[in-house]
């Protein structure tokens, strides 16, 4: 009994010791040292302080970003995260909350990518995997959850390009109100037909310039088909031919362009449903 009381009370003055050196280390260090780059460092000490948050709320961020370092997570994702907030005047303990679900989120989004994408599209693409990080952390807050999205990927593995792209795809067809069980169900049903992700961003593009303008979901529902191919007859709506939305007078669309839902760099994709800061148990702070 006496051994374990020793034990308990060493491990204790371990924890506050390695506590007191991390609180005496400033808070740019901290967050170097947690993975965050020198400017991203910089700025973010510089608009946290000026946004008020104390030191204390900044070694909480440094610790939970050290942790996404610790397991190969792309730290600048929840950096930005904290930028956004401190951005739109949340409080600093709604931005520590939003770490911290971010946090979890992005966990979930790697499982997701290690059972879905090959070995070899992973190792060495950092950019990539950030990336595709980000699209599936997008897609979950659209309601697209880790079961959902394994019955949309299947069980083949695809590079992380083509991961990105479907989980994309699928989070603007959300956004535009599509029901996740349709979602699941025709985009599973391009993947086993093998449909390319370039056809996938300009069938995209086009179903945004659609809704844009007023479409109907269940128009934008057979235009998706009939663009992916799902369909053997053309009917109203289709993508093709004079009229079509691939046809449209101007020379039609033939990747991603203006309109709501297109992607428009790192994340892509509209946000939807979930999207902006939630506060304890939520999704995070917006957009990664």
Same mark, same amino acid.
């Given at each position: 009994?006496?051994?374990?009381?020793?034990?308990?009370?060493?491990?204790?003055?371990?924890?506050?010791?390695?506590?007191?050196?991390?609180?005496?280390?400033?808070?740019?260090?901290?967050?170097?040292?947690?993975?965050?780059?020198?400017?991203?460092?910089?700025?973010?000490?510089?608009?946290?302080?000026?946004?008020?948050?104390?030191?204390?709320?900044?070694?909480?961020?440094?610790?939970?970003?050290?942790?996404?370092?610790?397991?190969?997570?792309?730290?600048?994702?929840?950096?930005?995260?904290?930028?956004?907030?401190?951005?739109?005047?949340?409080?600093?303990?709604?931005?520590?909350?939003?770490?911290?679900?971010?946090?979890?989120?992005?966990?979930?989004a790697r499982r997701v990518l290690d059972r879905h994408a090959t070995p070899q599209s992973i190792a060495g693409h950092p950019r990539a995997v950030r990336h595709a990080l980000?699209?599936?952390?997008?897609?979950?807050?659209?309601?697209?959850?880790?079961?959902?999205?394994?019955?949309?990927?299947?069980?083949?593995?695809?590079?992380?390009?083509?991961?990105?792209?479907?989980?994309?795809?699928?989070?603007?067809?959300?956004?535009?109100?599509?029901?996740?069980?349709?979602?699941?169900?025709?985009?599973?049903?391009?993947?086993?037909?093998?449909?390319?992700?370039?056809?996938?961003?300009?069938?995209?593009?086009?179903?945004?310039?659609?809704?844009?303008?007023?479409?109907?979901?269940?128009?934008?529902?057979?235009?998706?088909?009939?663009?992916?191919?799902?369909?053997?007859?053309?009917?109203?709506?289709?993508?093709?031919?004079?009229? #079509?939305? *691939?046809?449209? !007078?101007? &020379? $039609?669309? @033939? /990747? +991603? =362009?203006? %309109?709501? #839902?297109? *992607?428009?760099? !790192?994340? &892509? $994709?509209? @946000? /939807? +449903? =979930?999207? %902006?800061?939630?506060?304890?148990?939520?999704?995070?702070? $917006?957009?990664?």
């Open positions: 009994m006496r051994r374990a009381r020793l034990m308990l009370t060493a491990c204790l003055t371990a924890l506050a010791l390695a506590t007191t050196a991390w609180a005496a280390t400033p808070p740019k260090t901290a967050l170097r040292h947690a993975g965050v780059a020198a400017s991203q460092a910089r700025r973010l000490v510089r608009e946290a302080r000026a946004a008020g948050v104390n030191a204390a709320t900044m070694d909480r961020w440094a610790r939970r970003l050290s942790m996404l370092h610790r397991e190969r997570l792309p730290v600048s994702l929840a950096v930005e995260q904290i930028f956004e907030g401190l951005m739109k005047g949340v409080s600093a303990s709604r931005i520590t909350d939003g770490l911290h679900a971010f946090a979890r989120a992005l966990q979930g980000s699209d599936l952390v997008i897609a979950r807050r659209a309601g697209l959850d880790g079961g959902a999205l394994d019955r949309l990927l299947g069980r083949r593995r695809l590079t992380v390009s083509r991961v990105s792209a479907y989980v994309q795809v699928a989070t603007d067809l959300r956004g535009w109100g599509v029901g996740r069980r349709d979602v699941v169900r025709m985009l599973g049903e391009a993947r086993r037909k093998g449909v390319s992700r370039h056809r996938l961003f300009a069938l995209d593009a086009t179903l945004a310039h659609k809704a844009a303008h007023g479409q109907g979901l269940q128009n934008l529902r057979g235009m998706l088909r009939a663009g992916l191919g799902l369909r053997a007859t053309m009917g109203p709506g289709s993508l093709s031919g004079p009229g #079509g939305a *691939m046809g449209m !007078p101007g &020379g $039609g669309m @033939t /990747g +991603p =362009g203006p %309109g709501a #839902g297109t *992607m428009t760099g !790192p994340g &892509g $994709g509209v @946000t /939807g +449903p =979930g999207s %902006g800061m939630t506060g304890p148990g939520g999704a995070g702070m $917006g957009r990664p």
